[in-house]
Nanobody, 123 residues
Framework: QVQLVESGGGLVQPGGSLRLSCAAS????????MGWFRQAPGKERTVVAA????????YYTDSVKGRFTIPRDNAKNTGYLQMNSLKPEDTALYYC????????????????WGQGTQVTVSS
């Protein structure tokens, strides 16, 4: 079965950077798309960024375009979310999904999720 472990979160000041990691096991990571989602208290879980199986196509929600990137390393079965120029509104619990499908305008998440990693942006 698919197992995912998110890491890399923490407390940073506005304008800072973090690199989240999503380590996958139990399936063929390289054959699926990967997406990062976030959920703030009282809010719905929403997609932040996604990447297709090959890394040739990416998606970013408007609020993070130009600030976040979503590289992946299929050889290591690991995906990443590089977050730069962080803002307080980026504060949330971040989750990855690594068994979905990225289309041109949406990411269809699979059923496997990690426990999440907390990102807090505050001065």
């Amino acid at each position: 079965q698919v197992q995912l472990v998110e890491s890399g979160g923490g407390l940073v000041q506005p304008g800072g950077s973090l690199r989240l990691s999503c380590a996958a096991s139990g399936h063929t990571f390289s054959t699926y798309g990967m997406g990062w989602f976030r959920q703030a208290p009282g809010k719905e879980r929403t997609v932040v960024a996604a990447i297709d199986w090959s890394g040739s196509t990416t998606y970013y929600t408007d609020s993070v375009k130009g600030r976040f990137t979503i590289p992946r390393d299929n050889a290591k079965n690991t995906g990443y979310l590089q977050m730069n120029s962080l803002k307080p509104e980026d504060t949330a619990l971040y989750y990855c999904n690594a068994d979905g499908y990225l289309m041109c305008d949406s990411y269809d998440a699979g059923t496997s999720w990690g426990q999440g990693t907390q990102v807090t942006v505050s001065s």
